[in-house]
């Protein structure tokens, strides 16, 4: 009977002892529960990271659609111009407008090819203030491009583009 008392004391300070060993302590519960709020944060980072990216490639690929329609629209009214001014039976005043027109065009257009290469070559980290130099040269070349259509419509007592001015 001593030999089994002996033997139960013996196995259950050795339990105790295995017990307070794997048990964690307050430093080590911190260290895991930190651990863990470190990979939850991480995660929160990479989601907050690629909805920045999508506004990023949203923001890009609007300017970029933007740009190039007001490229196109000044690629075909230079079209024309050039037309215009193959013309033979033109009289000199008329031949330095459009001249003057042709000029303005061509200056209007190769801002906006600057703007789609500035925005093609951007990346996310200079995307502010790639946009806003963008927005800046857009938004003159449209007041160009209103103010040109308004004075054709007075020369020619027509509302070609339909804007009621």
Same mark, same amino acid.
């Given at each position: ?56 490639? #949203?923001?890009?690929? *609007? ?8 490229? /196109? !629209? &000044?690629?075909? =009214? ?57 927005? #800046?040269?857009?938004? *003159? ?8 259509? /308004? !004075? &054709?419509?007075? =020369? ?10």
């Amino acid at each position: 009977m001593k030999t089994t008392k002996n033997l139960l004391i013996a196995t259950t300070i050795a339990g105790g002892m295995m017990l307070t060993a794997c048990s964690n302590t307050a430093e080590d519960q911190r260290d895991k529960m930190d651990d863990k709020m470190e990979n939850v944060q991480d995660k929160l980072d990479d989601a907050a990271e690629a909805e920045s990216l999508r506004e990023y490639e #949203r923001e890009r690929n *609007d300017a970029l659609d933007k740009l190039r329609n007001m490229h /196109d !629209n &000044i690629t075909k =009214e230079l079209g024309n111009v050039t037309e215009r001014l193959a013309e033979k039976d033109m009289d000199a005043e008329k031949r330095a407008e459009q001249e003057a027109l042709r000029t303005e065009l061509t200056q209007q257009k190769a801002q906006v090819e600057r703007a789609i290469s500035d925005v093609e070559s951007s990346q996310q980290g200079t995307w502010i203030d790639v946009r806003e130099s963008t927005r #800046r040269t857009s938004d *003159d070349v449209e007041n160009w491009w209103d103010r040109t259509k /308004d !004075n &054709i419509d007075r =020369e020619t007592n027509m509302d070609k583009d339909r804007d009621g001015k």
